[in-house]
């Protein structure tokens, strides 16, 4: 991995930690727009992904040195190294999965919350 893509999931699992602490809140509305985002950011990672292996496809490109090395040369671009493509689209996803994280605590709590109120309203209704 680079040295980038630990410190943002770093980041975002620090960001975890502090809702988790009631540290930070995000407004329920604001988590799931968020997270919508995300959804579908990851949705075109996902894309480029499978595209991605298309590319570790290589067809002959002839027998010349020159060619092979060329071959060799964008087939490290697309797989196979810790810089490839493949590999940082991974910690792209990685990054998000972690974002969508927090924003999902903050609506899944909230349904949580209505669910027990809703309980407890139902509780306290006489012929219930």
């Known amino acids: 991995m680079t040295d980038a893509d630990p410190n943002l999931i770093a980041h975002w699992q620090g960001l975890n930690a502090q809702a988790e602490a009631g540290m930070i809140t995000i407004p329920a509305d604001v988590a799931a727009k968020c997270d919508a985002a995300c959804v579908t950011y990851l ?3 996902d894309k480029m ?7 570790a496809v290589v067809a002959s490109w002839g027998d010349l040195p020159s060619a092979q090395a060329l071959r060799d040369k964008f087939l490290a671009k697309a ?3 810790d810089r490839s493509l493949d590999v940082i689209l991974q910690q792209h ?3 998000i999965e972690s974002m ?3 924003f999902r605590r903050y609506f899944h709590e909230t349904e949580a919350a209505d669910t027990q109120t ?3 309203i139902t509780a306290l209704t006489p012929g219930s």
């Not at 992904?49 to 590319?55: N, S």
């Open 43 to 45: 949705e075109h990672l």
């Open 100 to 102: 969508r994280m927090l």
């Open 49 to 55: 992904k499978i595209d991605a292996k298309k590319l």
């Open 118 to 120: 809703s309980a407890n």
């Open 79 to 81: 797989t196979g190294t």
């Open 93 to 95: 996803i990685d990054v």
